[in-house]
Nanobody, 122 residues
Framework: QVQLVESGGGLVQPGGSLRLSCAASGSIFSINAMGWYRQAPGKERELVAV???????NYADSVKGRFTISRDNAKNTVYLQMNSLKPEDTAVYYCNADVRTMNRPYYGMDYWGTGTLVTVSS
């Protein structure tokens, strides 16, 4: 019913920047929080940043001051601007959204994208 499609990953040198995008589509009534998670090889998935429908944000300590999350509610899209990238930022980045569908407008469900790989290396 709902699809999340990420884009913008790739290979970047340390200190560089990337911008990730995630567009939600399908039978959407409304979207509450949207966020980005990441999973590095051999590690558990962790929260990177989250943004509410009203624009409030929260970040992992490891990315504060370097990453910025934003969203375009009209486009059902969330972005992650990543600056000053470090090798330890290398991971698969997943988009997440708490979505109320047309069938269940009062019940939010979690949806995930398939992930986009970010590699920070010289």
């Amino acid at each position: 019913q709902v699809q999340l499609v990420e884009s913008g990953g790739g290979l970047v040198q340390p200190g560089g920047s990337l911008r990730l995008s995630c567009a939600a589509s399908g039978s959407i009534f409304s979207i509450n929080a949207m966020g980005w998670y990441r999973q590095a090889p051999g590690k558990e998935r962790e929260l990177v940043a989250v943004i509410t429908s009203g624009g409030s944000t929260n970040y992992a300590d490891s990315v504060k001051g370097r990453f910025t999350i934003s969203r375009d509610n009209a486009k059902n899209t969330v972005y992650l601007q990543m600056n000053s990238l470090k090798p330890e930022d290398t991971a698969v980045y997943y988009c997440n959204a708490d979505v109320r569908t047309m069938n269940r407008p009062y019940y939010g469900m979690d949806y995930w994208g398939t992930g986009t790989l970010v590699t920070v290396s010289s």
